[in-house]
């Protein structure tokens, strides 16, 4: 029973080891690289929305079914490329000389550089029906991925804070 004990031992020994997963390294990636990179493309994604420039938007947003921007309106849950283009269409018919303004950006990344998250918070001035408007204080949170080398929104989500107003001011 001993010998038999002896000669099991090493053998489990060498199983447990040839069955331990290997330590996988993670490429390098350049941190500061993706952190610029993000930073262009939530400017270019305001630039667009300024712009009413649908098809850089397109490029921005991943193109799933089961991307979601969650927007200020109590009921606005825009989940899929169509249903953002859909409720931006509206916005842009209705709103002129739209102005964004970013400040107090924060940009997260995990450490293999393929998902981030962002926030930053956005004035958003615009002119309806013949007056001047502006959000100020609007914040937006959000995550991308990196697809194919791309970074792409995946989910985004705009509030207003309760003690922000909307105000009528000439610009």
């Not at 069955?19 to 500061?32: I, N, Q, R, T």
């Amino acid at each position: 029973m001993k010998k038999t004990m002896l000669l099991l031992i090493p053998l489990f020994l060498l199983g447990v080891a040839g069955c331990a997963p290997e330590v996988e390294k993670c490429p390098e990636v350049d941190l500061e690289k993706e952190m610029s990179e993000i930073r262009t493309l939530l400017e270019q994604y305001e630039l667009a929305r300024e712009n009413e420039d649908f098809s850089t938007i397109e490029i921005i947003w991943a193109n799933d079914d089961n991307i979601l921007l969650i927007g200020t309106e109590s009921h606005e849950e825009l989940k899929g490329i169509d249903a953002i283009k859909k409720a931006m269409a509206r916005q842009f018919n209705e709103f002129e000389n739209t102005l964004i303004n970013i400040s107090d950006q924060k940009i997260g990344i995990n450490k293999s550089g393929t998902t981030a998250w962002f926030y930053e918070m956005l004035d958003y001035n615009f002119i309806y029906q013949g007056e001047d408007m502006v959000f100020e204080g609007i914040r937006f949170t959000g995550v991308l991925e990196k697809r194919d080398g791309q970074w792409k929104l995946v989910q985004g989500h705009l509030s207003i804070p309760y003690e922000a107003e909307i105000k009528e001011e000439a610009r």
